[in-house]
């Protein structure tokens, strides 16, 4: 009887490998662009030519030898790591010596390339089935060209089951972003069948390159917070020894586990030392996040998490942004959040997807909580996220041209004022109430300007956040009687712990309410309304909105002073429980735009 299963041939076996590394254009670029970013590189230009499914990356990294060239395409050939212990400390974004062997498998490959060391020529190497073939000089700056050509023609059945050309080009625009975005010092320019695509300009941070992506969003509108943490130490050993050497490579099943590197790596003495390299090294979070009075988003779609320079699926950490800025924007809308973890190594299992787009982290509780205290402090108004004058150094600039030329005279003492109004004076940002207009807004002044602040939503904001904090049923003096209620009503009031008894043919007796409400004459009409749904959260929003200062009610000087001193206090002072703004700003350099006071020509015209 002839045998069923049989091993199958070397050939076969790359064939499917690279058919799990490689599986459309997307991945082509991703693997070759990760590449050139480990490389060094700070310029990147990205080729498609999609209808005959050919991608070209060229970058000025620091480029291969013709030694590297020969051998770079063959199976687990990397520069990244060295031996098992690098398993434990990889900040590369490959490291697995797959992508150019699985792309040499399903596709033409020509590589181009001088290292950056001197005296050296550029070499043009051209591979057949992962193996260099035809070798020539080739003139080349430092920095390497990759040509794929002819994708998957050797797996036609792949190309028919691929999304059309216009849905992954949408992939690829949509993960350059992602990668510009973890890498905001790079340039970039991304041409389709030799026209130019898209470009993205370098920035020093992702707040500088964001505005690139959405158009409607401008660098004010975004807040950047880097945060410094200690790194939480593992709780037992085991924490670190959990991953074998497959899971951490993602070695193809049928190779060989090396035991022997295994044991290396899990040994006691490796895993102190590792131990005491992760509580050694420090951790940052990077922060862009959209100030919800300003920006928002109708899908969470610029919800982003990205770890150790790799955007990441992090269902976790995504629902924590989420959570924190619940009830600061307005109702179906989203934030525009991206949320960068910088951390050592052994803190992350990249083993939760072959392609790397999903993560395991460890100790996420303390990074959930360090995630909503650092989107708390970025909410708060500070001196960082106020609006910037924009234009004041043209307009310098332009009138000191002007001076030179004898034609203008500068008010120095002004200028001096409108300087230090941008910088140093704002920092106390101390409000002083001053007026009531139209007994709703409360004219505050501070060192650089002028507010407005609605004060039924400023009021509304801090006793919400006073509900949060304290959330307060209390015995009523005399019981309040509801009648038709609806058995759904009946239930909702029930969930939040306020207490129904049926006193008569549909009528129900109320025993308890919100200390907020008990006091108010209308405390059976809030009750009402607490009870047509929503969560707990929901009826705390309800419960400050009836309760905060209506517009149209006079405050005295200390009653708007109070009320500004306790709503600066608050943890989200943006906007109001709804998502709407609470304040106008009206700085002191847009108001002297606004009076022409810039055309200052000395002291003689009474200025």
Known sequence: ????????????????????????????????????????????????????????????????SLEDLRICAQPHSTSKIRTSQDLWHITSLGFRGEALHSIAQVAELTICSRANCSNTVGWKVTYQEAKSEGESVVAIATGTIVTVSNLFAKIPVRRRGLPPLSQQLKTIQKLIYQIALCHPQVTWRVKQNNSLWFAISPGTTAKDVLPQFLRRVNSSDLHY??????????????????????QLTHSHPTQPRNAATFELISSPRNLRSNERQLTANKSQIELVLGLPDRCHRHRADWVKVSVNNRFVRSPELEQTILNSMAKTLPRNRFPVCLLHLHTCPSQVDWNRHPAKSEIYLHSLSYWQAETEQAISQALKLNTVNLPVAVGDRRIGKILKVAEASRKYQIDRQLTAKLEATNTSSINSLKLKAVAQVNK?????????????????????????????????????????????????QIEQLRKLEIETELFGENIWAIRNAPKVLAERDDCADALIEL???????????????????????????????NLLNSWQAARNPRTCPHGRPIYLSLEESSLSRFFRRHWVIGKSHGI
């Open 225 to 246: 917070l880097k945060v410094d943490l200690e790194t939480p130490a593992p709780k037992k050993e085991q924490d670190l020894s959990q991953f074998s050497v497959d």
């Open 440 to 488: 709703t807004y409360i004219v505050a002044e501070h060192a650089s300007g002028v507010w407005l602040v609605e004060q039924h939503i400023a009021h509304e904001r801090v006793l919400y956040e006073q509900l949060q904090d304290c959330w307060e049923l209390v015995p009523l003096k005399s019981s309040i009687t509801l009648e038709h209620l609806r058995p759904q």
């Open 1 to 64: 009887m002839s045998l069923e299963i049989q091993t199958l041939p070397d050939e076969v076996v790359d064939l499917i490998a690279a058919g799990e590394v490689i599986d459309s254009l997307a991945a082509v670029v991703r693997e070759l662009v990760e590449n050139s970013l480990d490389a060094g590189a700070n310029r990147i230009t990205i080729a498609l030519n999609p209808e005959l499914w050919q991608v070209q990356v060229i970058d000025n990294g620091k480029g291969m």
């Open 531 to 561: 009870s047509w749904g929503g969560d707990l959260r929901s009826a705390q929003v309800a419960t400050a909105c009836r309760s905060a200062i209506r517009n149209g009610t006079n405050l005295s000087l200390e009653q708007m002073q």
